[in-house]
């Protein structure tokens, strides 16, 4: 959602904020803006739609300065317009902010406080630059923490005073804010993405902490205004990793990143000679583990259709009883938990709001609480008791496909780890990680079918509507194609187990409404291949993923994709490449915005 990037150094801040904005364009927004201060006054300047009309609007400008905030602005108070995008100012451009995150008591501060000040935008944010300006008295860190004790809600904010140039004060709850660490000079931005071109140090701001940043170096205290002593994390992701490479999307980049960042999730993290996995991360004894009843997924989104395989594998591997939920749904849900409960947060960003919501809860409630994360240093990642880095890298179109597959890894490999300590075989624990290592060979067979999948996605791409079909472990897969599918190429589209559809959605079935069903040979194949044959008599256009050399299956189909065979419960590492290519290129086709599908955010941290 909204990105913020602030620069204070010796460089002329305009270039380094606008190239940092377009760093965050994958967060997705609707609005962008920039403030700089030259030393005696503040220029500000904002554009609605993309950031290239920002830079139209600038280019004529002359706007120099070496300290600067900017903004992308995703419509959360009020409307997408001018007025309303960041930065914000107060009375006059004299005082500056950015904000992300929601000022819930903003109505009761503005009867309270704002009397006689002209408001100019419906933005929450605006109420807090006024609140900022009220309480200064020349000191602009004094008077954010003033004002921030008069707040109610969250906020990583940022904020800038002509009568102080050389100074950015930024603060944190909630909503994430991270100092980079140059040579005499720092970046502040909501995540590393736009700060890679420049450095790798950084400093994470913890919620209720307040950066006071001078191009001498920075000051961190808390809202009582005791000091604070950090230390600074080097980032191991590269710039090229967070660049397209040569592919025309960001989506299509990562999904073929998949062979070699899949590796990444799991070199060092299993043992092939014992059959065994040792994710150090979980921070549990042995006795522990041994007394865990219950394992719950939380997450939002991909995660969670990431963690239903999950469930499969640890009940299966493990025999511990495993719940999926969907973050939103289990925050409100007075959950039952006890003490023998283990809870994973799985999430991309680490900062989405529900799931981290709902993690507080289940660590409230006593369980053991862990994290399976792709972003280093995020929300998640510090607020649990330990977990796992998925190692995705950097994944910047808001459809998520490398993170996807690396989740799987992990859970898989939680499932080999606690399986061996049960019922799990050294031999069956074995099978399962050669399985695994042979897995990027088998994407990139999978890879190598893009262009007959880009055919398939052309034939079908004016559908008014799909169904994706699946049994055991492909119906997540299911539910995850059918996903992809809607959110890039706004085709309507639903997943079903196959074995349902007798209860309701066969009355879907036509010449006009096409179905995609995963039957790859697995103990569920006489049954899916049933539920198709339904189908296929109900005459809705068949596209199956099928296992190479399988040609029984030919009869059925309209359009086929043959995968590579492997172990059952690894089938969606494969299965699921197939399905992400298929809802890329319908989205293509159909010309949508692929990386940044309308409406949606890479990073959800409002609820
Ligand atoms: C948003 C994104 C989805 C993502 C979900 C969960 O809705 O658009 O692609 O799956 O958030 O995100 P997380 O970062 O927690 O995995």
């Known amino acids: 959602m909204c990105g913020i990037i602030g620069y204070i150094g010796k460089k002329q801040a305009l270039p380094i904020l606008v190239n940092g904005l377009r760093r965050l364009e994958y967060r997705g927004y609707d609005s962008a803006g920039v403030a700089i201060s030259d030393g005696k006054k503040v220029a500000r300047v904002r554009a609605m739609g993309k950031i290239d009309e920002l830079a139209n609007k600038l280019k004529p400008m002359t706007i120099s300065g070496t300290v600067g905030i900017a903004h992308t602005r995703w419509a959360t108070h009020g409307g997408v317009s001018e007025d309303n995008a960041h930065p914000h100012a107060a009375c006059t451009d004299d005082l500056v902010i950015v904000h992300n995150g929601i000022i819930e008591n903003y109505r009761e501060l503005k009867d309270k406080f704002l009397k006689g000040h002209e408001l100019k935008s419906q933005t929450d944010t ?39 140039p050389d100074k950015l004060v930024a603060a944190r709850l909630g909503s994430p804010l991270v100092i980079g660490v140059g040579d005499d000079e720092y970046f502040l931005a909501s995540d590393t993405s736009p700060m890679l071109a420049h450095t790798k140090e950084v400093v994470f701001l913890d919620d209720g902490e307040i950066a006071e940043i001078t191009p001498a170096g920075f000051k961190i205290s808390n809202l009582n205004s005791k000091s604070v002593d950090k230390v600074s994390s080097k980032i191991d992701w590269d710039e090229a990793s967070a660049q ?109 709001a529900d799931t981290l919501a709902a993690l507080r809860e289940a660590k409230r409630k006593g369980a053991y609480v862990r994290g399976i994360v792709n972003v280093i240093g995020s929300t998640m990642a510090r607020e649990t008791d330990g977990g796992t880095y998925m190692h995705a890298g950097p994944e910047l179109a808001v459809a998520s496909t490398k993170a996807y597959t690396n989740m799987l890894a992990v859970l898989i490999l939680y499932a080999i780890q606690f399986g061996r300590l049960n019922r799990l075989t050294e031999a069956t624990g074995e099978r399962l990680i050669a399985a695994l290592l042979e897995i990027p060979e088998k994407m990139k067979e999978v890879l190598a079918l893009n262009d007959g999948i880009k055919k398939i996605a052309m034939k079908y791409k004016d559908s008014a509507g799909m169904l994706f079909l699946g049994r055991g472990v492909n119906y997540p897969v299911a539910l995850e194609g059918s996903h992809k599918l809607k959110e890039i190429s706004y085709i309507h589209s ?33 049954k899916m291949r049933s539920n198709v044959e339904e189908v296929k008599a109900r005459y809705s256009p068949l596209i199956l993923v099928a296992t190479v050399g399988d040609e029984s299956v030919s009869e059925l189909a309209d359009d086929i994709i043959y995968v590579p065979p492997t172990m059952e419960l690894l089938e969606p590492l494969l299965n699921t490449i197939a399905l992400q290519l298929f809802a890329y290129h319908s989205a293509v086709a159909l010309g949508r915005d692929v990386d940044r599908p309308r409406n949606l955010a890479k990073s959800v941290t409002v609820e």
């Open 494 to 526: 639903e997943a079903y187990p196959a074995g349902e559809m007798k209860h309701g959605a066969n009355a879907l079935l036509g010449p006009n409404f096409p179905v995609l069903a995963i039957i790859t040979k697995n103990q569920l194949y006489e």
């Open 126 to 164: 605006e109420i807090l630059a006024h609140l900022i300006e009220i309480f200064y008295k020349g000191n602009l860190t004094e008077a954010v923490r003033a004002a921030l004790k008069e707040v109610r809600g969250t906020y990583g904010l940022v904020a800038m005073h002509s009568a102080e």
């Open 244 to 352: 397209k490479q040569g592919f025309p999307h960001f989506m299509l980049k990562e999904i073929f990143d998949q062979p070699a960042v899949f590796m990444d999730a799991i070199r060092g993290r299993y043992n092939l000679a014992e059959g065994t996995a040792h994710l150090g991360g979980l921070n549990m004894t042995i006795e522990q583990m041994h007394k865990i009843r219950r394992v719950i997924l939380l997450a939002c989104g991909t995660a969670s259709y990431a963690s239903l395989v999950g469930k499969y594998a640890m009940e299966r591997l493990a025999g511990i009883p495993t719940e999926v939920d969907v973050a939103s749904e289990f925050r409100y849900r007075d959950p039952i938990i006890d003490h023998h409960t283990l809870v994973f947060g799985i999430s991309q960003s680490g900062e989405t």
